[in-house]
């Protein structure tokens, strides 16, 4: 099975939590269906990412990237690469590599998935990430290392996290409930 098939088929076995979230599981399906190259990063002018929220084992906090090239906090997450056998693979190499922490319990199945544009991925302009998220839970006592993709990672409490978009309010609150 290559990693379209099995993008493909998680989508399409995915049970999502809201009628929105229905609605862009199709759209992912329906561009996968047509794109056999959907997965790359050459794919233009979208191609899917995959990516994991990061939380500790009270669940009392998240661990958040300050993304280097975009200047705010976010999610662990990236592009497919060919080695990568599947997409929950992608997710957790992606917040290994990222995050620095080894462990990393990731949920069987994505939490969210979000679109949004890049102006910066790439040199033929700005290109649609449909990013398929997923959630994992840290070992105590975990250690955070920064990236090169990253100005800083940290720990965030709940009730003290950084300005986000409001999509990563909602990935925050299903990675506890699907966890937790």
Same mark, same amino acid.
């Given at each position: 099975?290559? @990693?379209?098939? $099995?993008? @493909?088929?998680?989508?399409? =076995? #995915?049970?999502?939590?809201? &009628?929105?979230?229905?609605?862009?599981?199709? %759209?992912?399906?329906?561009?996968?269906? +047509?794109?056999?190259?959907?997965? #790359?990063?050459?794919?233009? &002018?979208?191609?899917?990412?995959? =990516?994991?929220?990061?939380? $500790?084992? +009270?669940?009392? %906090? !998240?661990?958040?990237? @300050?993304?280097?090239?975009?200047?705010? #906090?976010?999610?662990? =997450?990236?592009?497919?690469?060919?080695?990568? &056998?599947?997409?929950? +693979? !992608?997710?957790? /190499?992606?917040? /290994?590599?990222?995050? =620095?922490? $080894?462990?990393? /319990?990731?949920?069987?199945?994505?939490?969210?998935?979000?679109?949004?544009? !890049?102006?910066?991925?790439?040199? %033929?302009?700005?290109?649609?990430? @449909?990013?398929? /998220?997923?959630?994992?839970?840290?070992?105590?006592?975990?250690?955070? !290392?920064?990236?090169?993709?990253?100005?800083?990672?940290? #720990?965030?409490?709940? $009730?003290?996290?950084?300005?986000?978009?409001?999509?990563?309010?909602?990935?925050?609150? %299903?990675?506890?409930?699907?966890?937790?």
């Amino acid at each position: 099975m290559t @990693l379209h098939d $099995d993008a @493909l088929a998680t989508l399409r =076995g #995915w049970a999502p939590p809201t &009628p929105e979230q229905a609605a862009l599981r199709e %759209r992912y399906v329906a561009y996968l269906e +047509s794109a056999p190259d959907g997965m #790359w990063r050459s794919s233009y &002018p979208r191609h899917i990412t995959a =990516g994991a929220l990061v939380i $500790d084992d +009270s669940g009392e %906090r !998240v661990l958040l990237n @300050l993304h280097r090239k975009a200047g705010r #906090w976010f999610h662990f =997450g990236g592009h497919c690469e060919a080695e990568d &056998p599947t997409l929950r +693979s !992608v997710a957790e /190499r992606e917040a /290994r590599e990222e995050s =620095g922490l $080894d462990g990393l /319990r990731l949920h069987p199945e994505p939490a969210q998935l979000d679109v949004h544009t !890049v102006a910066f991925c790439g040199e %033929r302009g700005a290109v649609d990430h @449909l990013d398929v /998220r997923y959630v994992a839970a840290a070992p105590a006592g975990a250690r955070e !290392v920064a990236s090169d993709e990253s100005l800083a990672v940290r #720990w965030w409490p709940l $009730d003290g996290l950084p300005e986000l978009e409001p999509a990563m309010h909602d990935l925050i609150a %299903r990675a506890r409930d699907l966890l937790l």
